[in-house]
T-cell receptor, first 116, second 111 residues
């Protein structure tokens, strides 16, 4: 199993450009998440998808859109990139076990985005 | 979302036991407590999870008092490779799967 994969690993954009970050998981997980992590800071939730067909805003959704394409894939789109969106972006997924509160998240390797 | 408070940083010598305490005064009845470890340039990795009392696995122990308003992650005999940021999270999949990571505790293990 590859776990959670993200593409691209690195990206440099100019202000105003758009791009889509891709995330896929092969663990048959129901829930997927997008976080951003600024230097020296913790992770902040951008958007999440509790199950296929649903998406919800997290702490910092402004400037982003998401698509839960199918159970495996969850993409994050920046429509008009700004320097404040320079960050490392992590995708994560979590499944369900017999216990309703099981919440181990599996993270991808991250995408390092710089907006000039 | 139940938020947590942790020390910003800690230093420890190799071979010592390290205890990192997390405060979560607003923890809800159904919330579990989960700890993650993050190395530089990597995504966080699950370490341990518990609801009450004590949980132990091959990596760490988690101590949770009866009132559940705090928890302590214990790392036995740390090595240089344990240098990382440790996050305490409180939540449950019942609440729509949102979790607040906070800034974590940066642990530096000194030779």
């Amino acid at each position: 199993n590859a776990g959670v994969t993200q593409t691209p690993k690195f990206q440099v954009l100019k202000t105003g450009q758009s791009m889509t970050l891709q995330c896929a998981q092969d663990m048959n997980h129901n829930s997927m998440y997008w976080y951003r992590q600024d230097p020296g800071m913790g992770l902040r939730l951008i958007y999440y998808s509790a199950s296929e067909g649903t998406t919800d805003k997290g702490e910092v959704p402004n400037g982003y859109n998401v698509s839960r394409l199918n159970k495996r894939e969850f993409s994050l789109r920046l429509e008009s990139a700004a320097p404040s969106q320079t960050s490392v972006y992590f995708c994560a997924s979590t499944g369900t076990s017999g216990r309703a509160s099981y919440n181990e998240q599996f993270f991808g390797p991250g995408t390092r985005l710089t907006v000039l | 979302l139940a938020k947590t408070t942790q020390p910003i940083s800690m230093d420890s010598y190799e071979g010592q036991e390290v205890n990192i305490t997390c405060s979560h005064n607003n923890i809800a009845t159904n919330d579990y407590i989960t700890w993650y470890q993050q190395f530089p340039s990597q995504g966080p990795r699950f370490i341990i999870q518990g609801y009450k009392t004590k949980v132990t696995n091959e990596v760490a122990s988690l101590f949770i008092p009866a009132d559940r308003k705090s928890s302590t992650l214990s790392l036995p005999r740390v090595s240089l490779s344990d240098t990382a940021v440790y996050y305490c999270l409180v939540g449950t999949s019942d609440t729509g799967n949102q979790f607040y990571f906070g800034t974590g505790t940066s642990l530096t293990v000194i030779p």
